[in-house]
Structure formats: structure tokens, C-alpha cells
């Protein structure tokens, strides 16, 4: 798959998903901790969310860090926008910025605890 | 490939001149670490810009030779 159509198929995932996660291995078998840290955030928040396994994809995995600029994996989307990687998103779900992002956006969460 | 604190303190320090850099070793493999990073470049800047400036600053090795660098960025108080 060329570059354009990975990056055609990247936006196309975080327009249709509100709540888009690019992660190592999937949300039932994580396959990395950082991965599975993201999926137990998301989780413990009820929050619905759309997961792809870039250990499937080479090319996937590729693209998604041309896409963002961001070399590492998970990526975590919200209504098309990149938020971040594990260390944000811990950081985010810790001082309640997460909970905010969610509810600006209309995503139904229920609040950390 | 691993990578020494001091190679991406130095990297850092490169990049961000008046930055003050800590750099800690997670798992004694080169390849785990920790890093704080104070700079006034990042005054004003997101939490993810904060991040891709170390990034950039790391030329490429982060992902590859670097596998998990946990960052701690901010402005000075």
C-alpha cells in the first residue's frame, strides 16, 4: 500500500471513530504495556473506542508516525485529532485534562475516579 | 542497539541549549529511560509539542534505537 493510501486509510479510521487508538497487539491481548496501559485508561473510563493492531501492518505502523509526526506507538485520536502517545495520555487521565477532552468533544465517559 | 544517558542528554542539550536535562536509566538496558527536561522553549507550547521537541531533538532514534523514553517536559516556574 503506498504512502498516500496509508494515509488515506488513517484518516478515514479517525473521522468514522470519535475515539481511534493505534496500538501494539489488541484490546482483548495488548502486546505491549504501553499499549496496554492506554486500553486500560480508556476502559476504566467506559469510554467506547476503535482499536488497530499495527503489528498486523508494517506499513500501518509506518504511517500512522509520518501521519502524526510522533515516532512511537500507541497513538491515541479523539474526533480526528492526534492527542498522544501512553506518557499524555497517563499524564491527561491524572490531572482530569482527558475527562475535560471527552466531554468537550461529546463523548460519553464515565469520570475517572 | 542501546543508547547511554549521556548521548541523550547530550542530543537534548544540542537541540534545547538552556535546557536542564535529568536522564534515569529504567532498566539498566540502554533502552528504557526516564527524562525530565526544563526549558523556556516550551513556555506556551502543548504538552505534545513539549514532547515532539525531544523527539526532533533525538534525530530519529527515538522508536528505534530508543525504545521507551517516559518524558517529564515543562517551562521553568
Known sequence: MSQDLVAERITKDITENPVMLYMKGTAMFPQCGFSARVVQILSHMNVPFKTANVLEDMELREGVKRFSNWPTVPQLYVKGEFVGGCDIITEMYQTGELATLFSENGITHSVAA | MAMS?????????????DAR???EDLAGDGDHYAATVVSEQFRGLSRLKQHQMIYAALQGRMGGELHALALQTSAPD
Do not use: F, K, M, N
Not at chain 2, 548521548?7 to 534545547?16: D, P, Q, V
Open chain 2, 5 to 17: 544517558a549521556g548521548a541523550i542528554e547530550s542530543l537534548i542539550r544540542t537541540a534545547i541549549p
Open chain 2, 21 to 23: 536535562v535529568t536522564v
